[in-house]
T-cell receptor
Framework: NAGVTQTPKFRVLKTGQSMTLLCAQD?????MYWYRQDPGMGLRLIHY???????AKGEVPDGYNVSRLKKQNFLLGLESAAPSQTSVYFC???????????????FGPGTRLTVL | AQRVTQPEKLLSVFKGAPVELKCNYS??????LFWYVQYSRQRLQLLLR??SRESIKGFTADLNKGETSFHLKKPFAQEEDSAMYYC???????????FGKGTRLSVIA
């Protein structure tokens, strides 16, 4: 199993450009999450999904949109990138607690995004 | 509200010295608590969770509900322990994990 994968690994954008980050998991997890990691700020939740076709806002959702059209994929979009969105983005997934699993999250390798 | 506080941004210890990474939480119910670790340029991975009461790589953490703490301890630090450590809390239901801001552990040879 590949676990959680993210595409791309690196990206440089100019202010105002758009892009989509792709997260894929092959563990049949119900829950998926997008975080950003910034120095001194730790991990901050952007958006998350509790199942196919559903999404919810996290702590820092502004400037981002997400979609979960398939259970195994969770897309993070930046419509008009800003320098403040320069960060490392991590995707994660977990089982539903209703299935009797603990809320352990499995993380992807990260995407390093720079907005000039 | 759920909150996790890691008071130290950076902790430097000498090899062989004891390590304690502090974590305090705020939650009104019975939380699940976790420690995640991120080695240089690697993905975050689960180190241990309180409910398992296990020791991983020599690390242990005890949940103290009276002090609302979940400190991570190791009696003798190794150079390979140098990493970023995050404490995380999960509340009732299916709410996402709440992470602390992390503590960078540097073990000096």
């Amino acid at each position: 199993n590949a676990g959680v994968t993210q595409t791309p690994k690196f990206r440089v954008l100019k202010t105002g450009q758009s892009m989509t980050l792709l997260c894929a998991q092959d563990m049949n997890h119900e829950y998926m999450y997008w975080y950003r990691q910034d120095p001194g700020m730790g991990l901050r939740l952007i958006h998350y999904s509790v199942g196919e076709g559903t999404t919810a806002k996290g702590e820092v959702p502004d400037g981002y949109n997400v979609s979960r059209l398939k259970k195994q994929n969770f897309l993070l979009g930046l419509e008009s990138a800003a320098p403040s969105q320069t960060s490392v983005y991590f995707c994660a997934s977990s089982y539903s607690r209703l299935a009797g699993y603990y809320n352990e999250q499995f993380f992807g390798p990260g995407t390093r995004l720079t907005v000039l | 509200a759920q909150r996790v506080t890691q008071p130290e941004k950076l902790l430097s210890v000498f090899k062989g010295a004891p390590v304690e990474l502090k974590c305090n939480y705020s939650y009104s119910g019975s939380p699940e608590l976790f420690w995640y670790v991120q080695y240089s340029r690697q993905r975050l991975q689960l180190l241990l969770r309180h409910i398992s009461r296990e020791s991983i790589k020599g690390f242990t953490a005890d949940l103290n509900k009276g002090e609302t703490s979940f400190h991570l301890k190791k009696p003798f630090a190794q150079e390979e322990d140098s990493a970023m450590y995050y404490c995380a809390l999960s509340g009732r239901g299916n709410t996402p994990l709440v992470f602390g801001k992390g503590t960078r552990l540097s073990v000096i040879a």
